[in-house]
């Protein structure tokens, strides 16, 4: 299955190669992937019965919500809500059984815990983003193109680090494992040194002896290592 994603991944990695300011590659692919389900569930998949089961049963995470908003489609948007609020107000309602047996809350309890921990968008995204980190290490053991634009990588924030540790893990041999442990982790240690650097010194600057020096590349140190220890998934809000 991972052969479908080696297209995506190889366009990420080489855009992060060529240009350092994209950041992790691993994020790219996840905003790409959040991207393309926010279009098709305000677009094509809106009125596709199969689709609006499955958004009335999950629902939306706040995030997805909010990014829903601020797009062109507010009807589609609308119209999603109304059928999920119609099927809630069933779900909600208390239960013959419950009332029989003194908990007639219990059917709302358990419906909203799970309504709280489901997101349609989010569980697309994280089916079609665990094939793309299979996939990464699927072209590191197959392909000596890949592992060099591993080594050119700017970074991988840390949770797309350890995911891509535990996927290598997994799917590479020991000798592979081991090449493929020295070369994410020297880029790993030559980003962390140099953000540290960054943000040393960007803490510098508010000491007046340091007033007349040069910031140096340290004005967007706090955003990128906020970026860094975790992640940068979402980006600017899409008003489309």
Not at 21 to 37: H, Q, V
Not at 140 to 158: H, S
Not at 197 to 217: G, H, L, M, V
């Amino acid at each position: 299955m991972e052969q479908i994603y080696t297209i995506p991944v190889n366009e990420a990695f080489d855009a992060s190669a060529a240009d350092r300011t994209c950041g992790c590659p691993m994020c790219a692919l996840y905003r790409k992937l959040e991207e393309n389900e926010l279009d098709l569930i305000l677009g094509a998949s809106m009125m596709e019965p199969d689709i609006r089961i499955q958004t009335n049963k999950e629902g939306f995470c706040r995030t997805h919500y909010d990014m829903m908003f601020v797009r062109k489609n507010r009807l589609g948007m609308a119209l999603t809500l109304e059928s999920h609020l119609k099927e809630l107000a069933e779900d909600l309602s208390g239960s013959l059984l419950g009332s029989l047996t003194g908990h007639p809350e219990a059917k709302p309890v358990k419906r909203i815990a799970a309504l709280e921990r489901s997101c349609y968008v989010c569980r697309r995204i994280e089916f079609h983003f665990q094939h793309m980190a299979e996939t990464v290490t699927l072209l590191f053991d197959t392909d000596e193109e890949f592992v060099k634009k591993m080594t050119a990588q700017p970074y991988f924030c840390l949770p797309h680090y350890r995911l891509l540790l535990e996927k290598a893990d997994i799917r590479l041999g020991k000798k592979k494992m081991a090449q493929f442990f020295d070369i994410i982790s020297k880029v790993q240690k030559h980003y962390l040194d140099t953000l540290t650097e960054d943000i040393s010194w960007f803490c510098k600057k508010f000491d007046y002896r340091y007033d007349q020096e040069p910031w140096k590349n340290s004005k967007d140190s706090v955003e990128r290592a906020i970026k860094f220890l975790r992640s940068d998934l979402h980006g600017e809000p899409n008003k489309k």
